[in-house]
């Protein structure tokens, strides 16, 4: 049994920051990527950055600058700093871990997701 586990989302005013958590727990192993998705309404769900354990990191054109990514590998756990937020980051974000299942098999896991929503 694997859980992805996304805290810290919230309303937040335009320029303002919120720091995403995610936690993974139980029988993943290898963990090695760690990202942020975001879906909001009426949209795709699109990349907004990725963690890798070779040390890559990914961004979105649209949250360069504005996000950062980072992780601890020791805890299964990764962050997202947002500064600068904008309307248009509104969305639910979802935490994605990938490695290994207990059988030794590469998956993906998925939170259930964080509101985050940045309004006047």
């Known amino acids: 049994q694997v859980e992805v586990v996304e805290s810290g989302g919230g309303l937040v005013q335009p320029g303002g920051s919120l720091r995403l958590s995610c936690t993974a727990s139980?029988?993943?192993?290898?963990?090695?990527?760690m990202g942020w998705y975001r879906q909001a309404p009426g949209k795709e769900r699109e990349l907004v950055a990725a963690?890798?354990?070779?040390?890559?990191?990914t961004y979105a054109d649209s949250v360069k600058g504005r996000f950062t990514i980072s992780r601890d590998p020791a805890k299964k756990m990764s962050y997202l700093q947002m500064n600068s937020l904008k309307p248009e980051d509104t969305a639910v974000y979802y935490c994605?871990?990938?490695?290994?299942?207990?059988?030794?098999?590469?998956?993906?896991?998925w939170g259930q997701g964080t509101q985050v929503t940045v309004s006047s």
């Open positions: 994605a871990a990938r490695g290994f299942s207990i059988s030794g098999r590469p998956s993906d896991y």
């Open positions: 963690s890798g354990s070779d040390g890559n990191i």
């Open positions: 139980g029988s993943i192993f290898g963990i090695n990527l």
